[in-house]
C-alpha cells in the first residue's frame, strides 16, 4: 500500500488535492518543473470507471442467474434466516467477498483520480451494490429468500476495508480465504456433485468444506520496533468440514428416499498461522505490484495449529 508524504505518494503519483497548494508555495524551480511531477487524469477516466463498474454488475448478474438460479422455482420476495445453517461458513463467504471487492472496487476509484476518502467511500458501496445481486435472486427463489444475515455480513466485509483505510490508509488486518477440495468418501459423490457442483471452479465457490477463511494482521505495522519483516503476518483461520447439508447431515433424495447420515460429526477448526503479505515485498515493476494485489486475497499456504470442537489440538505442517 503506497504511503503520502507532503501530498507525494511514495509509489510515484500525487495526491491532485493538495498539488496546488504545494506548487503555489514551493521554489520557482520546483515549479517549473510542475509537467513532470504531476500529469492531470482525464475527467473521462471516471466516466469509464463508472460505466465498468455497472456493466460487471449486469453481467454477473446474468451469469449468476444462469449458473446458480436457472431451473429452481420462483417466487414472490420473502425472507429467509439462514443465520445457523453450514456453521456460518458462508457468511464468512461473504464476508471474505465484500471486503475483496471493496479492496479492488477502491483502487479503481483511486485510478480514476477521486480523492481518497472518496475512492474509498465508492469502493465500499460498490461492494455491498455488486453483493446485492445474490440477495435480489434469493429473494425471488424459492428454494433460498432474503437473508438480513447476509447483509449483516456483507457490511461487516465492507465496514472491515472502509475503516481501516480512513484511519490507517492502509490495510493492517486483511480478510483472506484458502482452498483445499475436500475428499469425500465414495458413497457421497454423489451428494458433493448435488450440493457442491462438478468442476474444480465451482466447487471453491460452494464447498464450504474445503474453505477456510482468515484474518491476516501485519506485525510490523502494529510492532514496528520488533524489526520482523515487513511481509511477514499473524494469521487466524475457521472453517468447517463434514457437512452435507445446511442444517444438518439429512437430505431426501430426488427419488423421495430419506438419507440420515448425523453419525457424521459436523466439526468446527479453528486456526493460528503465519502468513506472507505480498504487497509488502518490494518491487519496482508495476506489473508484479498488480499480481501480489490480486493474490494477497489468498492465504499463502504456512504451518498450522488447529482446535477443534472434536478432538482437540492438531498440527499442520502445511494449511491453506
Not at 179 to 188: A, I, K, T
Amino acid at each position: 500500500m503506497a504511503q503520502e508524504k507532503n501530498g507525494i505518494d511514495v509509489a510515484g503519483s500525487l495526491d491532485s488535492s493538495r498539488y496546488d497548494s504545494i506548487i503555489k508555495n514551493a521554489p520557482p524551480l520546483v515549479g517549473s518543473i510542475k509537467c513532470f511531477l504531476y500529469t492531470p487524469i482525464p475527467p473521462s477516466r471516471k466516466w469509464w470507471v463508472a460505466g465498468g463498474h455497472a456493466a460487471v454488475w449486469a453481467g454477473t448478474y446474468i451469469a449468476l442467474n444462469k449458473a446458480w438460479y436457472d431451473g429452481y422455482e420462483r417466487q414472490g420476495f420473502h425472507l429467509f434466516d439462514d443465520g445457523k445453517e453450514w456453521n456460518q461458513m458462508d457468511k464468512a463467504g461473504h464476508i471474505w467477498t465484500t471486503y475483496q471487492l471493496g479492496r479492488l472496487s477502491g483502487e479503481v476509484w483511486k485510478w480514476a483520480g477521486l480523492r481518497h476518502n472518496q475512492a474509498v467511500w465508492l469502493g465500499g458501496a460498490s461492494a455491498m451494490a455488486f453483493q446485492s445481486i445474490i440477495e435480489l435472486q434469493d429473494a425471488y427463489s424459492a428454494k433460498w429468500g432474503f437473508s438480513w444475515w447476509d447483509i449483516a455480513a456483507n457490511t461487516v466485509g465492507a465496514a472491515a476495508y472502509v475503516s481501516q483505510e480512513l484511519g490507517w490508509k492502509e490495510q493492517r488486518i486483511q480478510i483472506k480465504m484458502g482452498y483445499f477440495p475436500y475428499r469425500y468418501p465414495s458413497e457421497l459423490k454423489n451428494r458433493q456433485k448435488e450440493l457442491f457442483g462438478a468442476g474444480f471452479a465451482e466447487r471453491i465457490l460452494k464447498d464450504y468444506n474445503g474453505q477456510t477463511y482468515w484474518l491476516s494482521a501485519n506485525l510490523d505495522r502494529f510492532f514496528p520496533a520488533a524489526k520482523l519483516p515487513k511481509w511477514l503476518n499473524v494469521s487466524l483461520g475457521y472453517s468447517s468440514d463434514l457437512m452435507l447439508g445446511g442444517m444438518s447431515n439429512n437430505w431426501t433424495e430426488a427419488d423421495g428416499t430419506p438419507v440420515n447420515r448425523n453419525d457424521i460429526a459436523r466439526v468446527r477448526r479453528y486456526y493460528l498461522s503465519a502468513d506472507v503479505d505480498l504487497t509488502r515485498i518490494p518491487t519496482r515493476k508495476k506489473w508484479v505490484r498488480t499480481i501480489f494485489t490480486a493474490l494477497n486475497a489468498i492465504k499463502i499456504p504456512a504451518p498450522a495449529l488447529e482446535y477443534n470442537n472434536g478432538g482437540g489440538f492438531r498440527f499442520h505442517w502445511l494449511h491453506q
